[in-house]
């Protein structure tokens, strides 16, 4: 199972961004999909999770601009990120939780898409 995000980029505070993050391989279905990131001198944190029937919790930093959803056909996660901070700058990580087998479940992540937002 490979997980491929994308979506990042340079954005000006204030601006948007939309990542993408696909999974593909031997996918029987998958449990949780979410996002998260890791800043320059800090540990990787949650951003933002979404369960296979539309259940989501978000970071207290960014409820209310950021969005995520999933296409359960596709096995794709987006996040729609909205009114950017500097302090949103980081490198973004999808993670899902998928059954591979029957009563297996693994834990998958993408190797991680740059955000920066600076002016």
């Known amino acids: 199972v490979q997980l491929q995000a994308s979506g990042g980029g340079l954005v000006q505070p204030g601006g948007s961004l939309r990542l993408s993050c696909a999974a593909s391989g031997s996918i029987i279905s998958i449990n949780v999909m979410g996002w998260y990131r890791q800043a320059p001198g800090k540990q990787r944190e949650l951003v933002t999770l979404?369960?296979?029937?539309?259940?989501?919790n978000y970071a207290d930093s960014v409820k209310g601009r950021f969005a995520i959803s999933r296409d359960n056909v596709k096995n794709t996660v987006y996040l729609q990120m909205n009114n950017l901070r500097p302090e949103d700058t980081a490198v973004y990580y999808c993670?899902?939780?998928?059954?591979?087998?029957?009563?297996?479940?693994?834990?998958?992540w993408g190797k991680g898409t740059l955000v920066t937002v600076s002016s």
């Open positions: 979404i369960t296979n029937d539309g259940t989501s």
């Open positions: 993670n899902a939780e998928v059954q591979t087998r029957p009563i297996r479940y693994t834990n998958y």
